[in-house]
């Protein structure tokens, strides 16, 4: 472990990290307002008391009462369907019987994901498309038959149906149960006008009866009833959780076509990172050293002229040629530090923290506990995210002190930014947060930002973590 302290500084602050599993907070754009916002209205009653009369329960048991009717559809088509393409493979027609199963499962499953993002709030992606190789209806029968896709909506459709029979008769009778138990003081007029009788009856023969109409039977049943209210929408969203699985599971997109996307989308964030890196080199070296070099490359042929006619002069030139030269080395050793510093490659992330921490505006703290280097590309990013952190310190943060603690955790490397500033800083939009969370996520890393108004700020960078 090495520590290192830059300026006057003070006795760092205990914290802990706060990974993306941890309670968030809501800010306004502005960044004013840290913490949670303040309860309102049924907010403010126990989780466990408001839930039967929150919109989620509602809609949780809305989605078991549809799934049973929509499941018998599917399982009757998946069958049917199934069966009859089967029995006619000894002729050429059930081969297109067989794709359009396959091809109305993926249409109901479609209805299905639907549902399941309206009702339950499950984003499920859609599943890759048909490629038929070639064009016509056998191509797409040949496309249709070969989709892991397609035979995974048709085992949705007859798994899905004795399960959704499950839930809607538990869920129906949790529900029905509970609030008629609950309500009971109020309707029990209908047993003696209606029904000729005292109230419910729980026990009955020839000679003997009992009912609950007694003003204590009545409040055991409505407190019962209570119970069970309250219990129903945890039972009704266990239920419901086992068709989010099967849902995500057989109607969404496989792992491997997932991966494939990401991969996709992070290859195309690395090359945007990589052009605009160029473009940045190009422009400062144009803008910079490039057009200097050429201005002492004519001032050192206006000196070479007048060498014999005005050597005073010429030294003169020489003399601030000289100063330009010494300004363009300094600027290459710039540009060359922000593609990757020499000191970085030689003796690792302690060194190359340490030396960006000293041309910090703000005193900053250094601590790299790490007992073997990382690969070159992650320590290459672990250093130039800390560099652009510290940048964000210096220019926005009207902090007095910063930290900067790296470390291992398992199979990831841990790189934190600290600082005791203004606060209000977000990873979103067009910040340069949101670009850099964008790079952490072409290499499977993620970024973390905790900055309420009013300070502190801590970011926090979590990085695959590969052996050198």
Not at 39 to 62: D, K, S, T, V
Not at 154 to 162: A, E, F, I, R, T
Request: one cysteine or more.
């Amino acid at each position: 472990m090495a520590t290192h302290q830059y300026g006057y500084g003070e006795e760092r602050d205990t914290y802990a990290y706060s990974s993306p599993s941890s309670p968030s907070y809501s800010y306004d754009e502005d960044g004013r307002g840290g913490g949670p916002r303040p309860r309102r209205g049924l907010n403010r009653l126990p989780a466990g008391l408001r839930a039967p009369i929150e919109g989620r329960a509602w809609r949780e048991f809305g989605y078991l009462m549809l799934s049973l009717p929509l499941s018998i559809v599917g399982f009757v088509w998946a069958v049917t369907m199934t069966s009859l393409g089967v029995g006619l493979l000894v002729t050429f027609i059930g081969v297109p019987v067989l794709a359009a199963a396959l091809a109305g499962a993926r249409g109901l499953g479609a209805l299905e994901r639907v549902r399941a993002r309206g009702l339950l709030g499950v984003q499920v992606g859609t599943p890759e498309p048909l490629r038929p190789r070639t064009g016509g209806p056998m191509g797409w029968i040949g496309a249709t038959l070969k989709s892991g896709v397609s035979w995974r909506h048709l085992l949705y459709g007859v798994l899905h149906m004795p399960w959704a029979v499950f839930g809607f008769s538990v869920g129906l009778t949790f529900w029905a149960t509970g609030w008629t138990m609950l309500t009971y003081p109020l309707w029990r007029w209908v047993f003696p006008t209606w029904v000729g009788q005292d109230g419910i009856q729980l026990y009955g023969d020839a000679g003997h009866a009992v009912y609950l109409d007694n003003p204590f039977e009545i409040a055991v049943t409505a407190g019962l009833g209570l119970l069970v209210t309250l219990a129903t929408p945890w039972v009704i969203r266990a239920l419901t959780t086992v068709d989010r699985l099967m849902v995500v599971g057989l109607l969404g997109p496989s792992r491997l076509a997932s991966r494939v996307v990401e991969l996709e989308s992070d290859r195309g964030v690395v090359a945007d990172t990589a052009a605009a890196d160029l473009r940045r080199i190009e422009r400062d070296l144009h803008d910079g050293a490039q057009a200097r070099l050429v201005n002492l490359a004519m001032d050192l042929g206006v000196a070479k002229e007048k060498l014999g006619e005005d050597p005073v002069a010429a030294a003169r030139m020489v003399d601030e040629a000289h100063g330009e030269v010494k300004t363009a080395l300094q600027e290459l050793r710039e540009l060359a530090r922000g593609i990757h510093p020499a000191v970085l490659t030689d003796r690792g992330l302690d060194a190359a923290l340490s030396a960006v921490a000293s041309r910090c505006a703000v005193p900053v703290r250094v601590e790299v506990d790490l007992a073997e280097r990382p690969a070159p590309a992650i320590e290459g990013i672990a250093y130039f995210t800390v560099t652009e952190l510290l940048q964000n310190v210096s220019e926005h943060s009207r902090a007095t002190r910063a930290e900067v603690d790296v470390w291992r955790s398992r199979d990831r490397l841990m790189v934190q930014v600290y600082d005791n500033g203004g606060g209000g800083a977000v990873a979103s939009g067009g910040s340069g947060l949101a670009a850099l969370a964008g790079r952490l996520d072409a290499v499977d890393g993620i970024l973390v930002v905790e900055s309420p108004g009013g300070g502190p700020t801590r970011v926090t960078a979590e990085l695959p973590w590969r052996r050198a």
